[in-house]
């Protein structure tokens, strides 16, 4: 089992920035990967930025150049720096870590990220 927790959300004006943390109950060094994701009202649930446990990084069209995800193992948190925020970033935004054999997906509980224009 995994257990993670997001934090960081809040209400900011459009150009501004919120860094997003996700703290997890085991190791993420033993991960095989983890990323963000996020949900706006109405929508799917689309990927943002995923890290891969080799380091790799993959993001989103709309987010690459403003967003970045990274990790401290010996914190066990992940994050992310968003910057240049949009209100078309509205979301709640969700942690998930892939993890064990078979590998499972485990999901964070979300952080509301507001944007005004």
């Known amino acids: 089992q995994v257990q993670l927790v997001e934090s960081g959300g809040g209400l900011v004006q459009a150009g501004g920035s919120l860094r997003l943390s996700c703290v997890s109950s085991?190791?993420?060094?033993?991960?095989?990967?983890m990323g963000w994701y996020r949900q706006a009202p109405g929508k799917q649930r689309e990927s943002v930025a995923v890290i891969s446990s080799g380091g790799s990084t993959d993001y989103a069209d709309s987010v690459k150049g403003r967003f970045t995800i990274s990790r401290d193992n010996a914190k066990n948190t992940v994050y992310l720096q968003m910057n240049s925020l949009k209100p078309e970033d509205t979301a709640v935004y969700y942690c998930?870590?892939?993890?064990?054999?078979?590998?499972?997906?485990?999901w964070g509980q979300g952080t509301q990220v507001t944007v005004s224009s």
């Open positions: 998930k870590a892939r993890w064990g054999l078979p590998l499972i997906d485990y």
């Open positions: 085991r190791s993420i060094f033993s991960m095989n990967a």
